[in-house]
C-alpha cells in the first residue's frame, strides 16, 4: 500500500530538490505511472464490486458507486480521453475473484478498482504485480496486504471518528 506518512522534518525543505512534489518519495517507476498515449490512446479499467449478493439481491450502495464511476467515465469521455469500463461482479466471494483475474478482458486492464474487501484481494494484487498494474481500494481500509501497486482512498478508522466529531462540534 502506498502511504506517505513522513515525519514532516525529514520532508523536502523550500530550495531541497523535492520540494512541493506530491510524489515525493514515491517509488519512480509508479510515481510517473503509463500515458495513454502509451497505452495506443485508450485506458481500460476493470471494476470489480459485490453487485449482488449471494442470492442475487442488488446491493444498492454498490450499483450507486457503479452509477458514479460511470458519470465520471462520461466526464472522461467528453474531455476527449478513450476510456472503458469492464465491471465485474464478485458477489463478495474469493473464488469468484480468482475466476474474474483470469477472464481475457480483465487481464487486459490498465487499471483496477476494487475487490471493495481485503479477503478478496491476492489474486488481483498477484495479476497487479505481474502486469504492473495499479489496483485501487476505493471503499476498504486495507490493513494486511501489502504492494507497491495497491493505493487506498478510505482513510482510517480513526480519521474517520475524528472527522465524524468534528461535524458535531464545529
Known amino acids: 500500500v502506498v502511504v506517505l506518512d513522513e515525519d514532516p522534518a525529514e520532508l523536502p525543505q523550500p530550495g531541497e530538490e523535492g520540494y512541493g512534489d506530491p510524489m515525493w518519495g514515491v517509488e519512480p517507476d509508479i510515481a510517473d505511472g503509463v500515458a495513454v498515449e502509451d497505452l495506443g490512446g485508450r485506458m481500460r479499467i476493470s471494476m470489480l464490486l459485490p453487485l449482488t449478493n449471494a442470492s442475487g439481491a442488488v446491493r444498492n450502495i454498490f450499483a450507486e458507486f457503479y452509477q458514479g464511476a460511470l458519470l465520471a467515465l462520461d466526464r472522461l469521455k467528453g474531455e476527449g480521453y478513450s476510456v472503458s469500463l469492464d465491471p465485474f461482479d464478485t458477489r463478495d466471494d474469493s473464488w469468484r475473484v480468482a475466476e474474474i483475474v483470469e477472464k481475457e478482458a480483465f487481464r487486459e ?8 474487501y481485503e479477503r478478496n484481494l491476492r489474486p488481483v494484487l498477484e495479476f497487479a504485480e505481474q502486469k504492473r498494474v495499479p489496483v485501487v481500494s476505493p471503499l476498504a ?30
Open 141 to 170: 481500509t486495507i490493513e494486511n496486504s501489502t504492494s507497491p501497486y495497491l493505493f487506498q482512498l478510505s482513510p482510517e478508522a480513526e480519521q474517520k471518528s475524528s472527522g465524524m466529531a468534528d461535524l458535531f462540534t464545529d
Open 109 to 116: 486492464s490498465n487499471l483496477v478498482i476494487g475487490p471493495v
